[in-house]
């Protein structure tokens, strides 16, 4: 069964300092891979998808990630970020007809 | 505009009260699925339905129950058997399989006391 791991359950940046979160993901086939963001009390918003089309897949609100089949990860990257940008940011992998999602990464953004 | 409608948004009831959570899309999207949320937990897979009357168990079905009668509904009910019931219920959408990604719903916050 798939299975992704998001390493640090919190990740703290100053505004303005680049932003990496870390996804790790299980399957031995390339996936389809998702980062998704989710603000307090809310559902979950599609950042980017990773489908096999390009390694490098740009999302909204300045994201993007890298798909590197060696290493089994996606990890999301931001150069600057914002104030805005705090959030819990979750990585999934679907899996057959089903989606699975790591434990998120809260971002905090320090002044 | 298109979109999930989870209704309420907060949810009490007493112990060993049976409590169903709406969810209603009108996006056209023939998969529906209900997730539970707790904290550092991520999101936990309670349900799913590919297409109409028919549904499948995720990981934590054990203590819910699931309808799919109409293609844009797909309520859940937690029922007394749930040993812990309270967490925030998200429910998604998605036209496909595969590279489709989820639609969500705004989320249910249910608190058993």
């Known amino acids: 069964a798939q299975s992704v791991t998001q390493l640090g359950s919190h990740v703290s940046v100053s505004e303005g300092a680049l932003v990496l979160l870390r996804c790790n993901y299980s399957?031995?086939?390339?996936?389809?891979l998702f980062w998704y963001v989710q603000y307090p009390n809310q559902g979950l918003q599609l950042l980017l998808k990773?489908?096999?089309?390009?390694?490098l897949v740009k999302g909204i609100n300045g994201f993007e990630a890298e798909f590197k089949k060696s290493e089994t990860s996606f990890h999301l990257t931001k150069p600057s970020a914002h104030m805005s940008d705090a959030a819990e940011y979750f990585c999934?992998?679907?899996?057959?007809?089903?989606?699975?999602f790591g434990k998120g990464t809260r971002l905090h953004i320090l002044p | 505009d298109g979109g999930i409608t989870q209704s309420p948004k907060y949810l009490f009831r007493k112990e060993g009260q049976n409590v169903t959570l709406s969810c209603e899309q009108n996006?056209?999207?023939?998969?529906m699925y209900w997730y539970r949320q707790d904290p550092g937990q991520g999101l936990r897979l309670i349900y799913y339905?590919?297409?109409?009357?028919?549904?499948q168990k995720g990981d934590i079905a054990e203590g819910y129950s699931v309808s799919r009668e109409k293609k844009e509904s797909f309520p859940l009910t937690v029922t007394s058997a749930q040993k812990n019931p309270t967490a925030f219920y998200l429910c998604?959408?998605?036209?496909?399989?595969?590279?489709?990604?989820?639609?969500f719903g705004n989320g249910t916050r249910l608190t058993v006391t």
């Open positions: 339905s590919q297409i109409v009357n028919d549904f």
């Open positions: 399957s031995s086939v390339p996936p389809y």
């Open positions: 998604a959408s998605t036209p496909g399989r595969g590279a489709s990604p989820l639609h």
């Open positions: 990773y489908t096999s089309a390009a390694t």
């Open positions: 999934a992998v679907s899996e057959g007809d089903k989606i699975i």
């Open positions: 996006l056209n999207h023939d998969a």
